[in-house]
């Protein structure tokens, strides 16, 4: 989310997450624009921030000022940072791991993360990845990586994921679509 209408038009179709990008990102955004988003979205959406590498200190400011009330990790961040988030917060964390072959994500099964996140290997890129790599998670998971409205249902039927994470397969030119996200949505939610 980066603009107010994107914010109204998640307000109106209600998914149960939405993301600030605090990373590096054409999807960037500064925390007081954060803040002006966050006002503006419905009080039943949990506002997640997404970062790479950050700054404890950056995320608990954050998250103690109420902009986010998840945390989603996408860097080379290790369970010491994850359980200092967990600690300090008191937030969810949702931990991004690149699925590139079989078995990588069972890598992550035991990690004191609440959640992870399957994606490609480099994220943010628009791009699908081969679910089948995924095999059996117990922990629940987020499915990322190129999921729009013409493969979000097949995704979800084949990896029962906990959640999808959905961001270029819901824009227009760069930026949020209202009229894609409430369809996706309403796929998703079989409506």
Not at 35 to 44: C, Q, V, Y
Not at 169 to 182: A, P, Q
């Amino acid at each position: 989310m980066t603009r107010l209408c994107d914010t109204d038009a998640v307000n109106e179709s209600k998914p149960e997450y939405i993301g600030f990008v605090f990373a590096e990102s054409r999807r960037k955004i500064a925390p007081a624009k954060a803040e002006e988003l966050r006002a503006n979205l419905s009080p039943d959406i949990i506002s997640v921030g997404v970062f790479v590498n950050e700054d404890i200190k950056n995320i608990i400011s954050l998250a103690r000022s109420g902009i986010i009330g998840a945390v989603q990790l996408h860097g080379d961040e290790n369970e010491t940072y994850i359980e200092k988030i967990k600690l300090l917060t008191g937030k969810p964390v949702i931990k991004a791991v690149p699925v590139t072959k079989k078995g990588g994500a069972q890598i992550w099964a035991e990690s004191c993360a609440d959640y992870l996140l399957f994606d490609n290997k480099t994220g943010g890129t628009g791009q699908t990845f081969d679910w089948n790599l995924i095999g059996e998670v117990k922990k629940p998971f987020f499915l990322a990586g190129g999921l729009n409205i013409n493969n979000v249902e097949s995704a979800v039927l084949k990896t029962s994921p906990f959640a999808v994470d959905v961001s270029s397969g819901v824009e227009t030119g760069g930026l949020k679509d209202r009229d894609k996200i409430i369809s996706i949505i309403g796929r998703i939610r079989n409506e």
